[in-house]
Nanobody, 127 residues
């Protein structure tokens, strides 16, 4: 059972990246998925979340309107499209999966509710 996050890299402010979170060893459509990030010296924070069918999504205030979460259950993969990146988006990005129905808006940021975590992918945005 594994979650593999990929797609990070170094970009200039205003640029874009698409992160992928691929599941192996389990069927991702039985899970809701969250993206989290941790900047140097800061606590990890929730970035976005998607329900099992993709119809329900949540975003943190800092990324709303710039990031889009989506999923392809055939490919067992969840994506995070990040546009108009800012230096403050620099962080390690982690995906996490939770089995079952979607969480409510006040709960998806709770890291303790997730069953599996990916290893993280680094995003660096320069000004």
């Amino acid at each position: 059972v594994q979650l593999q996050a990929s797609g990070g890299g170094s970009v200039q402010a205003g640029g874009s990246l698409r992160l992928s979170c691929a599941a192996s060893g389990f069927t991702l459509d039985e899970y809701t998925v969250g993206w989290f990030r941790q900047a140097p010296g800061k606590e990890r924070e929730g970035v976005s979340y998607i329900g099992r069918s993709g119809g329900s999504t949540f975003y943190s205030y800092s990324v709303k309107g710039r990031f889009t979460i989506s999923r392809d259950n055939v490919r067992n993969t969840v994506y995070l499209q990040m546009n108009n990146l800012k230096p403050e988006d620099t962080a390690g990005y982690y995906c996490a999966a939770r089995r079952g129905n979607r969480l409510i808006a006040s709960a998806w940021r709770d890291e303790k509710l997730y069953d599996y975590w990916g290893q993280g992918t680094l995003v660096t945005v320069s000004s």
